[in-house]
Nanobody, 119 residues
């Protein structure tokens, strides 16, 4: 069973920064894709940023220019750098990791980490 764990959430003032970390219990070489998603009360879960095994990055329009997703092979982790945070960025942030099992792939989710932006 693949474990995915997020960390780094917390309370921050508007305009501040946070860095989220996602670590899976498999080597990065087995990971096809890692995505950060978020969900706030009453809203559907939405993709925030993603990075493929080849390093291709994708961002949701509301976070472009403020968030950056990056992969650290040495730490076997994917990070989400969040800058210029806004009140509307408050949500539970989830990491989704797509793992290649040779016979196919499967998506694994972490438990989520809360990000709260205050005024």
């Amino acid at each position: 069973q693949v474990q995915v764990e997020e960390s780094g959430g917390g309370l921050v003032q508007a305009g501040g920064s946070l860095r989220l970390s996602c670590q899976a219990s498999v080597p990065l070489s087995s990971i096809l894709y890692t995505g950060w998603y978020r969900q706030s009360p009453g809203k559907e879960r939405e993709m925030v940023a993603s990075i493929s095994a080849s390093g291709r990055r994708s961002y949701a329009d509301p976070v472009k220019g403020r968030f950056a997703i990056m992969r650290d092979n040495a730490e076997n982790s994917v990070f989400l750098e969040m800058n210029s945070l806004k009140l509307e960025d408050s949500a539970v942030y989830y990491c989704n990791t797509r793992v290649d099992h040779n016979v196919g792939y499967y998506d694994y989710w972490g438990q989520g980490t809360q990000v709260t932006v205050s005024s």
